[in-house]
């Protein structure tokens, strides 16, 4: 037996089934490459899901960690404080979009800042509901399980759900959902299900992650931005996928020009320790009374040390262009075997935040869950681990750390035709499909 088979036997055996896990277990990683307990080496276009922007192991970020650790690894910022905390909020007030006063919470996972940042709004407004999108992903805490807009496998048998969340259409122009209709589903439910004067926020992702890459239309964002304004609700951007230089821009919702009132923000600013936000206005931020946010853990100082370190990264490896430049080489691959492979139906994306959704028929553009799960197999068969995304679970996420070498991506993009081409029965002779091991 293997000892990557002996090992999801004992993971069977130990950890309960509803931690899905892919069955690659690692045991070393190297920026863009990792390498398995049996000597398969896999070159990495999941980072972590999204965490990755700055690379498995950043030298500087390792560095920066190791050195925190040297001084105190934990004292909880509420009972000894550091000033490393207070200065990553500065960073990160100064880079978010918005010509007004900002502060920013620290936390530790992606659903615990979606968490805070429903309470901010609600301590704020004085209001109690929220409205959220069809296809979202928000976590797997109680409220982000009732802000995701979508069953499996987050939701279903986990009910009831907190009260007061309502969901409204997002729209996805390839499968007929146009701003406008999206808008007039928004106004449905303002006339038939909440007043709007009774919803606290909105919370909305600029890209959709689990949902499917979608990208919300700027108009929509614009629109989003107005009812805001017209009703006194608080915008929420979710950028815990989205942001962190993976779209070409720190925060994706600024490709739109809309300023959000609240971002939350996680996976790519830990560089890999875990570490969330709240960034937003300080007249909103500065509602709840003293002691009502915050946590144990939230802004720990190994966290808040690989923070400083990839907004470091960021800007002297000047990630943000590389993301655009990464993105657009996707693109231009992706049109081009969508080209050969009719079930591609869609490529899309923003920045280094690419995808592309698979069909049974480019015109009924029936879903093919079937056939990204092959594909999925065959890359990781070839050496390449992906992931898939979207409602019906036919889209292909690419999601290379920023700053993969120009070589090692090309060889994954190689081996993602090759794998595309085989699941889709097209054949893939040689380009890809050796399997390199290390
Ligand atoms: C947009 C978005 N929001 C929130 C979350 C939840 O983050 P976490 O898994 O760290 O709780 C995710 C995780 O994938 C996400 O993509």
């Given at each position: 037996m293997s000892k990557s088979a002996d090992l999801r036997a004992r993971k069977t055996a130990a950890v309960p089934n509803g931690v899905g896990t892919k069955g690659i277990y690692v045991v070393r990683a190297e920026n863009s490459e990792l390498w398995d307990v049996d000597g398969r080496r896999y070159i990495d276009f999941a980072a972590g899901i999204g965490v990755l922007n700055t690379g498995h192991r950043h030298p500087r970020i390792m560095a920066a960690v190791a050195e925190q650790a040297?001084?105190?690894?934990?004292?909880?910022?509420?009972?000894?404080?550091?000033?490393?905390?207070?200065?990553?909020?500065?960073?990160?007030?100064?880079?978010?979009?918005?010509?007004?006063?900002?502060?920013?919470?620290?936390?530790?996972?992606?659903?615990?800042?979606l968490e805070n940042a429903v309470k901010i709004a609600r301590y704020h407004t004085q209001r109690s509901a929220v409205i959220a999108f069809s296809g979202g992903f928000h976590g797997r805490t109680l409220m982000t399980m009732a802000l995701?807009?979508?069953?499996?496998?987050?939701?279903?048998?986990?009910?009831?759900?907190?009260?007061?969340?309502?969901?409204?259409?997002?729209?996805?122009?390839?499968?007929?959902?146009?701003?406008?209709?999206?808008?007039?589903?928004?106004?449905?439910?303002?006339?038939?299900?909440?007043d709007p004067q009774a919803v606290a926020a909105i919370v909305i992702e600029p890209v959709q992650g689990e949902g499917g890459f979608n990208v919300a239309p700027f108009d929509f964002l614009r629109a989003l931005r107005g009812i805001?304004?017209?009703?006194?609700?608080?915008?929420?951007?979710?950028?815990?996928?989205?942001?962190?230089?993976?779209?070409?821009?720190?925060?994706?919702?600024?490709?739109?020009g809309v300023v959000p009132d609240l971002i939350t923000v996680a996976k790519g600013i830990g560089g890999g320790l875990p570490l969330s936000g709240v960034i937003g206005k300080a007249t909103i931020m500065d509602s709840a009374h003293t002691g009502g946010l915050g946590g144990t853990y939230g802004g720990n100082p190994l966290s808040i040390a690989a923070g400083h370190a990839v907004l470091d990264v960021i800007?002297?490896?000047?990630?943000?262009?590389?993301?655009?430049?990464?993105?657009?080489?996707?693109?231009?691959?992706?049109?081009?075997?969508?080209?050969?492979?009719?079930?591609?139906?869609?490529?899309?994306?923003?920045?280094a935040m690419m995808a592309f959704e698979l069909v049974k028929d480019p015109k009924t553009r029936e879903p093919d869950a079937a056939l990204t799960a092959a594909i999925l197999a065959s890359a990781e068969q070839r050496g390449l681990v992906l992931l898939s995304c979207g409602t019906a679970a036919n889209v292909v996420r690419l999601l290379a750390p920023l700053t993969i070498p120009d070589a090692v991506l090309e060889e994954g993009l190689g081996i993602l035709s090759a794998a595309v081409k085989d699941a889709a029965g097209l054949g893939a002779a040689g380009n890809g499909s050796a399997r390199a091991v290390a």
């Open positions: 040297e001084r105190f690894a934990h004292t909880c910022f509420h009972v000894g404080s550091y000033e490393s905390y207070v200065h990553l909020a500065e960073r990160l007030n100064a880079l978010a979009p918005g010509a007004f006063a900002k502060k920013t919470l620290f936390l530790s996972s992606g659903a615990e800042a995701t807009g979508k069953v499996m496998p987050y939701k279903r048998g986990f009910g009831p759900f907190p009260a007061e969340v309502y969901h409204a259409e997002f729209p996805l122009p390839y499968r007929g959902v146009t701003t406008a209709q999206a808008l007039a589903d928004l106004d449905r439910l303002f006339h038939g299900d909440v805001c304004d017209e009703h006194g609700i608080v915008l929420i951007a979710d950028e815990v996928q989205s942001g962190i230089a993976r779209t070409g821009k720190m925060f994706a919702i600024e490709h739109s800007e002297a490896e000047g990630l943000c262009a590389r993301a655009a430049r990464i993105g657009a080489h996707m693109r231009t691959h992706l049109e081009a075997l969508a080209k050969e492979v009719s079930a591609i139906g869609e490529v899309r994306g923003l920045g």
